[in-house]
């Protein structure tokens, strides 16, 4: 609907149509949040959604996209699509040097629909929502995210890392060439992802109790489904570490426009004296410096390894905006 006397025009869009301007990549529009995809959003509407309808704001001047809002509407508080249990952080999707514009119209909007409040978060300090409400809000620091700039290649990679991790990386390497035939390889293609997310899921449930008390049986089904979903789309990419033929480690990545995201991981106990959860980070690092990746995300969690093989601290934060 039209706002009176506002050039702007906001509809609800349902999430086929979304999807479908995602699959026709939109000119002009930023879709550089992955857990703001519509094969991202789709599966966790399905399994954590409950009878929530979502509410997917269209924003046009003129006919031109300025960007969506994927919503979800509790009485008069608003919230982007998901939860930081499950998504690392969120966004709004905006055309570049629109975003002004966008949020005065979906605040005006927003607005008369009788939604008082916005949660966001956990926001990155790159993200639109960020930049647009951090000085307007109320934020704090929820959490922190690491990330890596690959290099064009792996020697330089390990020059790059300091003198005392680069000795360790090596090391541990050297030991597990030395303890036996290894090999790391990839899965990517949907019609092996099922059984792929099977020894994926039980090197996850092995490798720590917490991981284990996590993974529940909807939480499962989650993981399942988001798997199938992203692999529809070229976006999934599990790495196993294998020791003698036995699956020791495993990666689940999600890559997009030349990032590979670093979602979870998992590791077999038998193996942890050398090290295979560590390792198998590491060569999935490789596998994408020599693959041309350009971005290595560790995703949100300051667990100790990801600063010692290279990542640079992200801050994430949550917001909340009265309207």
């Not at 857990?35 to 509410?55: A, D, K, N, V």
């Not at 690491?146 to 390990?158: C, I, V």
Request: proline share 5%; aromatic share 12%.
């Amino acid at each position: 609907m039209n706002q009176s006397g506002s050039p702007y025009i906001v509809t609800r869009e349902t999430l086929e149509a979304f999807s479908a301007c995602w699959s026709g990549e939109r000119a002009g529009m930023q879709w550089s949040c992955i857990f703001m995809l519509p094969p991202w959003i789709e599966p966790w509407l399905e399994h954590f959604g409950g009878s929530r309808e979502p509410h997917i704001y269209k924003i046009t001047e003129g006919g031109k996209l300025l960007g969506f809002a994927p919503l979800l509407v509790h009485d008069a508080e608003a919230s982007l699509i998901g939860s930081p249990d499950v998504c690392d952080y969120l966004d709004f999707i905006v055309a570049p040097d629109r975003r002004d514009q966008f949020f005065t119209a979906l605040v005006a909007h927003l607005r008369q629909q009788g939604i008082m409040a916005l949660d966001l978060g956990p926001l990155r300090p790159d993200s639109a929502a960020q930049a647009y409400f951090g000085c307007r809000g109320s934020c704090a620091q929820e959490d922190i995210s690491y990330e890596l700039e690959l290099p064009a290649g792996w020697d330089r990679y390990l020059n790059d890392l300091d003198v005392q991790q680069r000795h360790e990386v090596r090391r541990k390497l050297r030991r597990l060439e030395e303890a036996g035939r290894f090999a790391y390889r990839s899965v990517d293609a949907p019609e092996a992802i099922d059984a792929a997310m099977e020894v994926f899921l039980h090197l996850f449930m092995i490798s720590r109790p917490d991981k284990n008390a996590f993974m529940t049986a909807a939480m499962e089904a989650f993981f399942r489904s988001l798997a199938r979903s992203m692999a529809l789309r070229g976006l999934v990419r599990l790495g196993f570490l294998d020791i003698d033929g036995a699956p020791a480690a495993a990666v689940m990545c999600f890559e997009y426009r030349g990032t590979v995201y670093l979602y979870n991981s998992g590791f077999d106990p038998r193996f942890r004296h050398l090290n295979a959860g560590l390792l198998c980070k590491v060569l999935s690092i490789r596998d994408s410096i020599e693959r041309g990746k350009k971005v290595y995300d560790f995703l949100k969690g300051a667990e100790i390894y990801k600063q010692r093989l290279g990542g640079r601290p992200v801050p994430l934060q949550r917001c909340r905006v009265l309207l």
